[in-house]
């Protein structure tokens, strides 16, 4: 299985179909925004992930009771609280043949569409509320007006994962995210260390101009005492010379 290998069109309805048998009709207890790219809802006391991301988007259950953050949410998170926060998750559908899903969720007044759009580097989670992009987030460059239509399905296609999917989700993009991870610190600490080296390498160039010019002082030394010399002469020369032309 190759390192950030994209979800396909089939494992996306594959683990929708995971994600409809277990959590369809139960309410949202909480929204939490793990990330600028990734979004946690608390569906009544099962985690459900929906990352945007260029490398590692996915949706997926979590073994784990979604935890908090304990920083302040950011503006789309808060979103996603005011309007999903209460509301029932209705419906779970893929776009056949495309990577593409909407989560209906049944509101007291009306209804509210998660749309997850996993598109690599033009990837994005939206919220759309009586059919308006409420807010968004991912890398892609423009906001996504609609679903994109139903494409033919491979026959030939299969999903990597077993029944159910998530477990094996999960961990294939644990994996691969502390990979990340630590290629970014390994990165980090390189640029770290490229920069002290040229730190060093500029002390060491005024260092050995300091020791050069200090090598020099004796030289400069005899030299000022011989510009003293010959200007005491040349008072002396001039003394004498007024003293005659008195």
């Not at 793990?34 to 949706?59: K, M, N, Y």
């Not at 953050?69 to 776009?95: D, N």
């Not at 502390?178 to 730190?199: I, M, N, S, W």
Request: aromatic share 4%; glycine share 6%.
């Amino acid at each position: 299985m190759s390192a950030h290998a994209p979800l396909s069109a089939v494992e996306i309805a594959q683990v929708a179909d995971e994600i409809a048998r277990t959590l369809r009709g139960q309410n949202v207890q909480r929204v939490v925004q793990s990330d600028p790219e990734t979004v946690i809802l608390d569906v009544r006391g099962r985690g459900l992930l929906l990352a945007a991301s260029q490398q590692h988007g996915r949706l997926h259950l979590l073994a784990a009771k979604p935890a908090g953050t304990g920083e302040a949410p950011p503006h789309f998170c808060m979103l996603l609280r005011k309007h999903l926060e209460g509301s029932r998750l209705q419906h779970v559908t893929p776009v056949p043949g495309e990577r593409a899903i909407e989560l209906g969720f049944a509101r007291a007044d009306g209804e509210a569409l998660l749309r997850l759009f996993l598109y690599g580097k033009a990837a994005q989670l939206q919220l759309v509320v009586e059919g308006r992009v409420l807010g968004h987030i991912g890398p892609a460059r423009r906001v996504y007006e609609a679903l994109p239509p139903p494409r033919p399905i491979d026959p030939a296609a299969t999903s990597r994962f077993p029944e159910p999917p998530s477990p094996a989700i999960e961990q294939r993009f644990t994996v691969e995210l502390a990979a990340t991870q630590d290629e970014v610190a390994q990165q980090a600490a390189l640029v770290t260390l490229r920069a002290d080296e040229k730190r060093l390498q500029r002390l060491h160039a005024a260092l050995v101009k300091d020791l050069d010019r200090m090598t020099e002082v004796p030289r400069l030394r005899k030299e000022a005492d011989l510009l003293l010399a010959l200007a005491a002469a040349a008072v002396v020369q001039c003394n004498e010379a007024a003293w005659h032309n008195a």
